[in-house]
């Protein structure tokens, strides 16, 4: 079944520790996003690419990095949680920079003690 | 940049009765996109319905409807004869020039028996 897949599911992590979160799409889409959504702020882009090999950032980047070797992957990784990284994460795709509706992946909790 | 505002952080509906949940938006772009996103208490992001800012005529996905009134820079979803279903949470977002979207803080609703 195509579409966007994200791992773990759920996590739940100490603070310092190094974390990546897993973004796999079969679409073929060209352009994929990170977002964290937090209790009445709604959705904030973390990171972007347009394409693959190329990465962007969004509203809220501090904290997290990002690689987008193929077209497929997109993973975010924390490189020192901190608590105010708790949050639910979800990565998105779209065919390409035009005004696409955007497909969302499951997400995916993530809890930094 | 761009800005979403909900203005309705809950809202009640009766069964079978429409419900209008309001959105306005803030864009320096001749160009843009808006669209609406339900997330059901089960956590995805399930998109309805999308308007283009050079669309004239209002946008429609079966009990979905965008009353998109561009001079107001508003974007109400409509949803007719609601069902149980429909209680969830519903997002506002823009992506215009930038091609990112920026999301609203959302609107809980709930259908009532």
């Known amino acids: 079944i195509a579409g966007i897949t994200q791992a773990p599911t759920s996590q739940i992590l100490a603070a310092g520790r190094r974390m990546t979160l897993r973004c796999t799409q079969d679409?073929?889409?060209?352009?994929m996003y990170w977002y964290r959504q937090d209790l009445g702020l709604g959705l904030r882009l973390i990171h972007y690419?347009?394409?693959?090999?190329?990465?962007g950032k969004g509203e809220v980047p501090d904290g997290y990095s990002v690689s987008r070797a193929n077209t497929d992957d997109f993973p975010l990784t924390l490189a020192s949680a901190v608590p105010s990284q708790t949050s639910v994460y979800f990565c998105?795709?779209?065919?390409?920079?035009?005004?696409?509706?955007?497909?969302f992946g499951p997400g995916t909790r993530l809890t930094v003690l | 940049a761009q800005k979403i505002t909900q203005t309705q952080p809950g809202m009640f509906v009766q069964e079978k009765e429409a419900v209008t949940l309001d959105c306005t938006y803030d864009?320096?772009?001749?160009?843009?996109?808006l669209f609406w996103y339900k997330q059901p208490s089960s956590g995805e992001m399930i998109f309805l319905i999308y308007?283009?800012?050079?669309?004239?005529q209002n946008a429609t996905e079966g009990r979905y409807s965008l009353n998109f009134q561009k001079a107001r820079k508003s974007a109400n979803l409509v949803i007719s004869a609601s069902q149980l279903g429909d209680s969830a949470m519903y997002f506002c977002?823009?992506?215009?020039?930038?091609?990112?979207?920026?999301f609203g803080s959302g609107t809980q609703l709930t259908v009532l028996p």
């Open positions: 690419s347009n394409t693959a090999g190329t990465t």
């Open positions: 679409m073929r889409h060209n352009a």
């Open positions: 864009t320096s772009d001749q160009s843009y996109g």
């Open positions: 308007q283009g800012s050079y669309d004239e």
């Open positions: 977002a823009i992506r215009g020039s930038a091609r990112q979207l920026t």
């Open positions: 998105a795709s779209a065919p390409g920079q035009g005004l696409y509706e955007q497909f």
